[in-house]
């Protein structure tokens, strides 16, 4: 367990008077000792964190730039919100955060709510308990239709019927203080002008409350009306970016919050959580989103969206213009261009560094060895090593601290054999230079490997770089006064 609080006491005083406080210092010290030691060492789950986060920045100002969607208007307060504003912030498993954004603007849950009520519904009675009267299934239909399964049970917590159902197994009490405990005791707050009008405009949600109770979906001695008061209660609850990016590292950290180091939800119940927020969390986009970007989501018409990274982080992306099924535009832009650059995918390939980054290991041991062993199988000649490196999605244009690539030492050492496998079949640039300006034709041309500077001047002829004409025109005048 970290705790934060003295450090933070301690970073908030002038230098001098911390310099005076030697025996606060010492304490802030040893109870951070592990927390501290981590970061000496970069042991964070993150380890070149301030790299990470510029990338996260670039995705945000991409994402700026968008201006479709609409901001929704059926309830009244939502509709007061300017479409201009955008919010990501980020808390890892070990307790980095960044924010970008109107991070500090508070907004409603709405929907987002859903994943976490359900969480602490499973924590209190069991998973068997709570799916005695909710199903686990994707639906298939509109997340406020008034539809039930086969067995006259709503379809899964995520919906409005079952979010409905959901509600009456959880105690008034309990809920808000296990919010601020997984936002580590940051902001939740609640918002009676939304409550008062989701309360006004709740027609559809009454009319699901009353087929709920006439199918018997409720636990027995239910009051249906008290507990579609709470609902409407709970889907307006207030949070900011960073409380929320708190509350899904909480659910990243198998029910830990990061902050704090509580044990906050129980592992069952987070784990159930997180497999029904990647089924069924982004309403009707909920397969294209777990087909795409492959992570546990859920999104709310406030604009909000709280994404797992399990074991990783969570974030939480604002914007309230809406697409037409009801997610934020820009949020799922973030989303997919976050797995796009990240290997975050529930299904990308951890073993082997493919074209994207893995912030998890990047600057450590592993991405020194897989450089070494490339060019190694290129400097002996290796074609297996190679082949067996490029179907294993390894980045085949890796450089090392020279900036010298696999068809460098190739094109030195005169292996024809490797130069036609990298050109051919993993279509590497033809012309990278080194730190010394030199491309693997000249390599070439120095050490008298006439057969290997025949084979690079076809492909360079063939060859047009993705940014540009530039270096394609300087090897050409290379090549030119080279041979």
């Known amino acids: 367990m970290f705790m934060m609080k003295p450090l933070h006491q301690t970073l908030s005083l002038p230098f001098i008077e911390?310099?005076?406080?030697?025996?606060?210092?010492?304490?802030?010290?040893?109870?951070?000792?592990?927390?501290?030691?981590?970061?000496?060492?970069?042991?964070?789950?993150?380890?070149?964190?301030?790299?990470?986060?510029?990338?996260?920045?670039?995705?945000?100002?991409?994402?700026?730039?968008?201006?479709?969607?609409?901001?929704?208007?059926?309830?009244?307060?939502?509709?007061?919100?300017?479409?201009?504003?955008?919010?990501?912030?980020?808390?890892?498993?070990?307790?980095?955060?960044?924010?970008?954004?109107?991070?500090?603007?508070?907004?409603?849950?709405?929907?987002?709510?859903?994943?976490?009520?359900?969480?602490?519904?499973?924590?209190?009675?069991?998973?068997?308990?709570?799916?005695?009267?909710?199903?686990?299934?994707?639906?298939?239909?509109?997340?406020?239709?008034l539809f039930l399964s086969d067995d006259d049970k709503p379809h899964n917590p995520m919906v409005n019927a079952g979010a409905i159902v959901c509600t009456s197994l959880i105690k008034v009490n309990a809920v808000m203080n296990f919010l601020k405990k997984m936002s580590g005791n940051e902001y939740v707050g609640f918002s009676n002008a939304t409550f008062q009008s989701e309360r006004e405009s709740g027609d559809r949600n009454f009319a699901i409350g009353y087929y709920l109770k006439e199918k018997k979906c409720f636990p027995e001695g239910t009051d249906m009306t008290s507990v579609l008061d709470f609902y409407f209660q709970l889907c307006s609850i207030e949070v900011t970016c960073e409380s929320a990016s708190v509350m899904a590292a909480t659910l990243a950290n198998g029910g830990i919050c990061p902050i704090t180091g509580e044990r906050v939800l129980n592992p069952e119940a987070v784990r159930n959580t997180l497999s029904l927020m990647h089924s069924c969390g982004m309403y009707d986009f909920s397969g294209q989103f777990a087909f795409h970007v492959g992570l546990p989501a859920k999104s709310g018409v406030a604009g909000g969206i709280l994404l797992v990274v399990p074991n990783v982080m969570g974030i939480m992306c604002w914007s309230p213009p809406l697409d037409k099924l009801g997610n934020s535009v820009r949020g799922i832009q973030f989303c997919t261009d976050l797995v796009e650059r990240f290997n975050f995918h529930n299904y990308d390939n951890l073993r082997h560094f493919a074209k994207k980054h893995d912030p998890r290991r990047e600057g450590g041991d592993q991405r020194v060895k897989s450089v070494i062993?490339?060019?190694?199988?290129?400097?002996?000649?290796?074609?297996?090593?190679?082949?067996?490196?490029?179907?294993?999605?390894?980045?085949?244009?890796?450089?090392?601290?020279?900036?010298?690539?696999?068809?460098?030492?190739?094109?030195?050492?005169?292996?024809?054999?490797?130069?036609?496998?990298?050109?051919?079949?993993?279509?590497?640039?033809?012309?990278?230079?080194?730190?010394?300006?030199?491309?693997?034709?000249?390599?070439?041309?120095?050490?008298?490997?006439?057969?290997?500077?025949?084979?690079?001047?076809?492909?360079?002829?063939?060859?047009?770089?993705?940014?540009?004409?530039?270096?394609?025109?300087?090897?050409?005048k290379s090549l030119d006064s080279l041979l």
């Open 18 to 145: 911390v310099c005076q406080t030697s025996g606060l210092q010492t304490w802030c010290v040893q109870s951070n000792i592990v927390l501290l030691t981590q970061a000496f060492r970069k042991k964070f789950v993150i380890p070149d964190f301030q790299s990470f986060t510029s990338h996260i920045d670039e995705l945000y100002e991409s994402a700026k730039k968008l201006s479709g969607g609409q901001v929704a208007d059926y309830i009244p307060q939502l509709a007061k919100f300017s479409p201009d504003l955008w919010a990501v912030s980020l808390c890892t498993v070990d307790g980095q955060r960044h924010t970008v954004g109107d991070t500090k603007v508070p907004f409603c849950l709405q929907s987002c709510v859903k994943p976490l009520k359900y969480a602490v519904a499973v924590h209190d009675h069991s998973t068997e308990y709570v799916h005695s009267f909710i199903g686990m299934e994707p639906s298939g239909l509109r997340f406020n239709k």
């Open 373 to 476: 062993n490339l060019l190694f199988a290129a400097y002996t000649g290796d074609v297996s090593a190679l082949r067996r490196f490029a179907l294993s999605s390894m980045d085949m244009e890796q450089r090392d601290y020279d900036s010298r690539t696999a068809l460098h030492v190739a094109a030195a050492e005169g292996h024809t054999e490797v130069v036609r496998f990298l050109l051919e079949a993993c279509k590497v640039n033809p012309v990278p230079r080194d730190r010394w300006g030199n491309t693997p034709i000249e390599e070439a041309v120095h050490f008298g490997h006439h057969d290997v500077v025949t084979i690079l001047q076809k492909h360079n002829e063939k060859y047009s770089p993705p940014a540009g004409a530039d270096n394609k025109e300087s090897a050409e």
